[in-house]
């Protein structure tokens, strides 16, 4: 209910009706796997091709023994929720699955658009749980201002939430472990307060200030063209 109709409309996601929040554009997660569109395994999923031909993935993922990454693409026509995605570790043992770090890259964004990303100043959780209880979480946050073209780094434990207005591509873990702290008090379609996962969330989240340095290489010319690496961690490089 937070989605707009940019995915449906100039990208032809979806079934045409209504909004569309977000696409799920390249998984093997069970939550919501790919499949081929055409050529010999039209309508096999993607788990079960590179079950058959791993070597379609690459080296990199045949020795993982699973396929690493989730692409989406996200249409926030209203403010999404504020979130956090716990680590490996605590995912593992909590969930059952691998934990979430990621990274967006801005597509479009509206004038005067911008996200909340980790929080401007050191905060306790005693004061985490009075800032979501008082609904001035907002006030402890960073936000910041995006671009058609910026990137936006969140390792695991990142407090964050994808603003309105804005069109991003989202690359991540393949992973849906997400944990709510808040929803700015709104109602959710069935008309009832959305569900949070407050302790979790304290639980997982960085509360100190997130590292804000540009990750962004330098260019690097290839052949036919130009390579920046945008980001870059143990899990991907985009």
Not at 4 to 33: M, Q, T, V
Not at 117 to 130: D, I, M, N
Not at 177 to 189: E, H, K, Q
Request: hydrophobic letters at 35%; aromatic letters at 6%.
């Amino acid at each position: 209910i937070r989605g707009g109709r940019r995915l449906i409309e100039e990208y032809g996601k979806g079934d045409g009706a209504g909004n569309l929040a977000e696409s799920w554009e390249l998984s093997c997660h069970p939550d919501g796997p790919s499949i081929a569109a055409d050529g010999p395994y039209a309508g096999r999923s993607l788990p079960e091709i590179l079950a058959e031909r791993p070597e379609f993935a690459g080296r990199a993922v045949e020795s993982l023994g699973r396929f690493p990454v989730l692409v989406k693409l996200i249409d926030a026509a209203r403010d999404l929720s504020v979130q956090a995605h716990p680590d490996d570790a605590y995912a593992l043992k909590h969930e059952g699955q691998l934990g979430k770090t990621e990274m967006w890259y801005i597509i479009d964004a509206e004038p005067g658009a911008g996200l909340y990303c980790g929080f401007r100043r050191e905060v306790t959780p005693a004061q985490l749980h009075t800032a979501i209880e008082g609904n001035t979480l907002c006030e402890l946050l960073r936000r910041v201002p995006v671009k058609a073209g910026d990137v936006v780094f969140i390792p695991a434990g990142t407090v964050h939430a994808i603003g309105a207005g804005i069109l991003l591509a989202e690359i991540q873990q393949s992973s849906s472990v997400t944990y709510r702290l808040y929803d700015y008090g709104r109602l959710g379609a069935d008309g009832k307060p959305r569900e949070l996962h407050i302790d979790k969330a304290i639980d997982v989240s960085t509360l100190t200030p997130s590292d804000t340095a540009d990750k962004q290489s330098a260019p690097e010319k290839i052949p036919g063209g130009v390579k920046t690496a945008l980001a870059s961690c143990e899990y991907f490089t985009t």
